[in-house]
C-alpha cells in the first residue's frame, strides 16, 4: 500500500521514493479586518483559503535513481502541471494540486560524484474545481475568470 498518489507520483513505494518523511495538511478560512475610527478591525468571513499540503522524503539509489526521480519531479513543478492528489487509503477527495515550491538536498554521492541519495520536499496549493472547469485558461486566468463574470460570457 503507498501512502499517496499525486498525480503519476507514487509517495511511500518502495520502488520510487520513501513515505514521507513529514507530511503537513494546511486547511484555512480568508477574513476581511474592516477599519473603524475608535477599537479593533472588525473581522469578516471571506470565504476558504486554498488549501496546501507539504511532504519531505528521500530518494535512495537502493530503491531507484534519485537524479531521474528527483528531474521528474522538477519538470511537474516547471510545468505547471495540475496533479490530483489521491489518498493511500482510495477514494479520490476531488482535490487538485500544483507544486508551488520544491527543494532537493544531495546528501550523499558516490567518489566520482554520482548522486546516492537526495532528500526532497515539495509544497502544493490546491486549484479548485471550479478553475479546473475552466479548462485551459491557466491558473492566473481561471481567478480573474471567478472574479469577472464577464470573461465568463466571452468564452
Known sequence: MIFASLGDFQLGTTSVMTGPTAAD???ANDFHEHKVVRGKPVPQKGGEALDRRSFSFF???SFCSPEAEYTRLVAAKVAGNIL???????GFLGKH???KELKGTTHKTTQSGRIVRISASIQ???VPGSALSLGGV???GAAVALL???IKRLR
Open 25 to 27: 495538511e494546511t486547511l
Open 59 to 61: 530518494f535512495d539509489e
Open 84 to 90: 490530483p492528489f489521491i489518498p493511500g487509503g482510495g
Open 97 to 99: 494540486y500544483f507544486i
Open 124 to 126: 502544493l496549493v490546491e
Open 138 to 140: 491557466g491558473i492566473a
Open 148 to 150: 469577472n463574470p464577464l
